[in-house]
């Protein structure tokens, strides 16, 4: 299993960023696919998770409304589109895992992208 994120880059408040989590090594379009986001210094957080059928489950409130995961099962990928990002949405963001995962339960997954770097400063 290989997950490949990319996409991040410094944008000022309130503007979007689009991510992208290439996937190879698996059934893409029957897993589920999360996505995590790291502050230095804090744990890793779960932010949504998208379905196989490509329905969303958000796993912080603060980007519902303003975050949104997105799949192509054609180009197996995953995307996780940020509008009116805020400056507490800087950190790591991390695409993640596992046969069999389940956007309703809060594991961290098994299968792990490399990480890319979101800042979100004027």
């Known amino acids: 299993v290989q997950l490949q994120a990319s996409g991040g880059g410094m944008v000022q408040p309130g503007g979007s960023l689009r991510l992208s989590c290439a996937a190879s090594?698996?059934?893409?379009?029957?897993?589920?696919i999360a996505w995590f986001r790291q502050v230095p210094g804090n744990q890793r957080e779960a932010l949504i998770c998208v379905s196989s059928s490509g329905e969303n489950t958000y796993k912080q409130d603060s980007v519902r409304g303003r975050f949104t995961a997105l799949r192509d099962n054609y180009l197996n990928t995953v995307y996780l589109q940020m509008d009116n990002l805020k400056p507490e949405d800087t950190g790591i963001y991390y695409c993640?895992?596992?046969?069999?995962?389940?956007?309703?339960?809060?594991?961290?997954?098994?299968?792990w992208g490399q990480g890319t770097l979101v800042t979100v400063s004027s």
């Open positions: 993640a895992t596992e046969r069999g995962l389940y956007c309703g339960s809060n594991v961290y997954p098994r299968y």
């Open positions: 090594g698996f059934p893409f379009h029957a897993q589920a």
